[in-house]
């Protein structure tokens, strides 16, 4: 818990209590605008243990984190199917609304879900996307200041195990928001969004699938074209061979140091399978720590690098580098200083904050989170009907 907690920091409620819900309970105990007050898991002993660790009431009803007037606000990370379901019961309540990404599972239901904060008075808003981390705001910060005049293209590469993790059936599904055109497109396309800071007019897609190790689609290129002749190239490939991490110092996502052994047993353990579910319904994942440096420190954590990002414009290019951005123009090339950036959940819940006490208007609002999803469902459908689609 935070040392200090903004002057009546919001209630939150945790709907769902898989990997990202009690991530989002840490950050938000983390957090000085937020305080967790109640948690909701449909496993009774899984709310009980949670809400103990943070001091929070336990229930198993959504009912119940309808009438709690202790909750101002409930942190959405059920299923994506069930996500709009789940946002217009609280929403009829009065509860403000953080959704995990994607908000929903298609564009139809991203219309829906942007009509509940004028129907029921409520924020609603888009939560937790790499695209709140801080060396993306940081890239989006450098780009916004002229460093490298207007922006011509970025291009993010990422490759990693993502089909190897143990996965519920909805997951893997395109139907029900599955596979990583919905479960991991939605980082790339808001780092994208967020340092290009532009519309997207058009997508331009192929996907692929393999009934190894499991069907699902387990890779894709997209191209993504932005107003002003801007263009964004995504490519995403989960099939746990090659490692982007490699191109990027050693550190992934969460400026974890790569474990170069994680795929080749998670591939031996048959680690999708779902039986590695345990009963608190958490995958059983490979959770070896990293080797130790010389000396027997365990290897410091980076900045979170989500593949390879590369931002080019009239004037310079630049990337991130091991701590900070790295600008390339017509002197050379040098560091930006962004050891002041913050980013993640605690962004989030700022911002929240921000427009519930301070009247301040969401930048991540339904509106945006439903259009993330549009871009991810393009992507899909691009692949599916052979042809560019415009937004």
């Known amino acids: 818990m935070t040392d200090t907690k903004a002057e009546n920091a919001i209630g939150l409620g945790i709907l769902g209590l898989g990997t ?45 984190l309808c009438e709690d007037p202790a909750v101002e606000g409930v942190y959405i990370s059920t299923p994506t199917y069930l996500h709009l379901a789940n946002a217009l019961q609280l929403a009829a309540a009065g509860k403000h609304l953080l959704v995990e990404k994607p908000v929903v599972k298609d564009g139809a239901e991203g219309e829906a879900l942007e009509l509940l904060a004028s129907e029921f008075g409520v924020q609603v808003m888009a939560v ?14 450098v780009v916004a200041s002229g460093a490298i005049g207007k922006v011509l293209s970025l ?9 190897l993790r143990p ?69 995403y490939n989960g099939y746990g061979y090659f490692d982007t991490a490699e191109l990027t110092f050693g550190f992934g996502e969460g400026g974890r140091p790569i474990d170069r052994g994680a795929s080749a047993r998670l591939r031996a353990a048959h680690s999708w399978s779902l039986d590695k579910y345990g009963e608190s319904g958490l995958a059983v994942r490979d959770r070896r720590p990293a080797e130790p440096q010389a000396g027997g420190a365990a290897p410091p954590r980076r900045w979170s690098f989500v593949g390879l990002t590369v931002v080019s414009g009239e004037q310079g290019d630049l990337r991130q580098s091991e701590q900070g951005v790295t600008v390339y123009d017509a002197n050379g090339q040098h560091e930006e200083d962004c050891s002041n950036e913050t980013g993640g959940l605690a962004v989030d819940f700022a911002e929240m904050y921000g427009a519930l006490r301070l009247g301040k208007a969401l930048d991540h609002d339904a509106h945006w989170g439903a259009t993330t999803v549009r871009i991810c469902e393009a992507i899909w459908t691009s692949h599916r009907e052979q042809r560019r689609v415009s937004l």
């Open 155 to 163: 291009t993010n590469i990422q490759h990693t195990n993502w089909v």
């Open 167 to 235: 996965r519920f059936p909805y997951e893997l599904l395109t139907a029900l928001g599955g596979g990583v055109t919905f479960r991991q497109a939605p980082h790339q396309v808001e780092i994208a969004r967020t340092i290009i800071n532009a519309p997207v007019l058009a997508v331009t897609a192929i996907a692929g699938s393999s009934p190894v190790p499991v069907n699902t689609v387990g890779n894709y290129s997209a191209l993504v074209e932005f107003a002003g002749g801007i263009s964004a190239t995504l490519v």
């Open 128 to 141: 937790n996307t790499r695209g709140r981390d801080a060396p993306v705001r940081a890239m989006a910060r």
């Open 20 to 64: 990202a819900g009690r991530g989002a309970a840490a950050a938000a105990e983390r957090s000085a605008h937020t305080h967790v007050v109640a948690v909701c898991d449909v496993l009774e002993s899984t709310a009980s243990d949670i809400g103990a660790k943070h001091g929070a009431k336990a229930y198993t009803d959504i009912r119940q």
